[in-house]
């Protein structure tokens, strides 16, 4: 708790982070946030599928939680809509805010 509390211990943690993680939650966040202004309903289809199998099926996939992945999984079925990620990228990135 000590290393949060002081900001240059948490900004080195922050940096040792980054080191051993992959970037892949940053790049879903700002993937979704750009997702979310498409006005286009067959381009936000098509982007929502890229989305889905890259970071949920492929190798650059994210380790979302059951809860996250069946909520997305609910949401393709049905007419999709710019919030088809918002519960997968709130848990997704949550390791963004550690400081």
Same mark, same amino acid.
């Given at each position: 708790? /000590?290393? #949060?509390?002081?900001?240059? !211990?948490? &900004?080195?943690?922050?940096?040792? #982070?980054? &080191?051993? $993680? &992959? *970037?892949? *939650? $940053? /790049?879903?966040?700002? /993937?979704?946030? @750009?997702?979310?202004?498409? %006005?286009? *309903?067959?381009?936000?289809?098509? %982007?929502?599928?890229? $989305?889905? #199998?890259?970071? +949920?099926?492929? /190798?650059?996939?994210?380790? +979302?939680?059951? %809860? @996250?992945?069946?909520?997305? !999984?609910?949401?393709?079925?049905?007419?999709?809509? %710019?919030?088809?990620?918002?519960? @997968?990228?709130?848990?997704?990135?949550?390791? #963004?805010?550690?400081?």
């Amino acid at each position: 708790m /000590e290393v #949060l509390n002081d900001r240059t !211990k948490c &900004s080195y943690f922050a940096k040792f #982070l980054d &080191s051993i $993680l &992959s *970037p892949e *939650p $940053l /790049e879903f966040f700002l /993937e979704v946030e @750009a997702y979310k202004t498409i %006005k286009n *309903p067959l381009k936000m289809r098509n %982007k929502a599928i890229e $989305l889905q #199998l890259r970071y +949920f099926v492929g /190798e650059e996939q994210i380790n +979302f939680d059951a %809860k @996250a992945r069946a909520d997305v !999984k609910a949401r393709m079925d049905k007419p999709i809509n %710019k919030d088809v990620f918002t519960a @997968a990228q709130k848990r997704g990135t949550a390791t #963004l805010y550690v400081c």
